[in-house]
């Protein structure tokens, strides 16, 4: 690697768009969950021309790129691998432009720009961008990963909300097609090319997103269900009877409870004794309080349905918002401290999750019986984050283990049961090996013939998808 590269990536972006030290770079080198390698340097363009200036620095020396946002990613794709070799190109300086039309509800923003400022500045006008989750993501890591989160049920995902984009290619050339517009059939719609595609066809640099009226209440309720087939039920009621203001239906499994309230002491126990399924169920609207009470029509429909439902039914508890909504945030970090872990985020045609979760349980209790399943997700799309904890000492090879039982999950979770190795984190390193193996090559030749135009020196990204 020469110097050249580092001293032109400077001219390009001033001193304070390039780290080079280990101290400086380290934050940059390792995900939130996978992804531990070494980068040359990081750059961090402020504008859309500077970005442009280090992909074609970058092209012209043949030195691989990965774009970065938040890295809250969870496939090990924003980070560099262990080469030294690749270039991290955060868009973190590219955070200043967030431009309402309240009239149109569109907004033009920065793909550098966190959900977190976004939100805090739709909120001054009574809206929000409900794409939401439990971590701080940038605008332009959502449009590449299409994220989902908890309201996708409602709102739908990124892919949903998008109107436009940015992006510059590989090579700095820039293509712009900000659409403002929510209907425009006039061929090829070329911001589907760069969102869920992790960043491997163009680097986001701004999009135009369609935004929501906040909702002016919300009433959430806890139920404890006996089953995975009695969660269903629930789901085929509030859908039937409330689907109209239904926006999270979030499933946590008791032992994912049980890790959040051993970790989090400071929350309150909902259950005195632990349901198998705990449901967030949360209704919201824009009508105000006083046209119609959304806590008494949950608690009348949950009423009824506990009646009809009997013994299904273990509990059910309507309250704070906020203090169910930490439960159910909290359930990522609290089994990262519970053991030794590998994650899966996985979906399958909902009416299958309790026969793929009883199919993975068997799976366990017969070949590993000392591995842990907690489970939890968006049950409402389908969506299951299956966590299988252990030990540390209980496994010799911790690689070879959880290569195997990604094999057999994935497995069964795709081939079985028709559903995704990747229902919402997308591809990276972690789960490459899983797209290789389940993508039609014809997806992948399509892919290679985009990429050829994208990025022809083939820097982008750390994922393969052609
Ligand atoms: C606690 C927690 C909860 C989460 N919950 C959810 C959830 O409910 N639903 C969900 O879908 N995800 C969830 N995630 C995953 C993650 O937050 C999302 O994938 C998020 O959208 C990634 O955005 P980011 O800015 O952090 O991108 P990064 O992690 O920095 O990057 C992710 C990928 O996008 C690429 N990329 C980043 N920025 C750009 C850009 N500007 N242009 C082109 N490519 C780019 C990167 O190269 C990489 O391939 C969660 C993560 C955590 C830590």
Redesign the pocket.
Known sequence: MSDALIEELRAALGERGVLLQPEDRVRYEQ???YGDGVARCVARPATTDEVAAALRICARHGTRV??????????A??TPDTSGEMVVLS?ER?NRTIELDERDRTVLVD??VLLSQLNERLAEHGMWFPVD???D??????????????RLLKYG??RHNLLGVE?VLGDGRVVSQLNRLRKNNTGLDVKHL?CGT???F????RAVLQVAPKPAQRATALVGCRDGDAVLALLGAVEQHLGDVLSAFEVIGREALDAVLRHQPELRRPFDELPDYAVLVELSTTLPAGSLELDDVLEERLGAHLEEAGDAIADVLIGSSDEFWQLR?HI??SLRSDGRMLAFDVSVPRSSLPAFTARVRDLLAAEHAFVRLCDYG?WGDGGSHLNLLWNDGDVADEAAFKAALQDRIYELAVREFAGSYSA?????PHNQRFYDSYTDPAVKRLCSVLGVHCDPNRVL???RLY
């Open positions: 995900g939130w969950r990965v774009p970065q946002g938040a890295n809250t990613g969870l496939v794709a924003s868009l590219c793909g550098g989750l439990g971590a993501p940038q605008v332009g890591g959502m449009v590449a990963t299409n994220t989902g989160g908890t995902d990124v992006v760069f992790t960043g491997v163009g680097v986001v640099t945030h990522s970090e968006h919402e984190h997308g591809i990276g990204g750390t994922a």
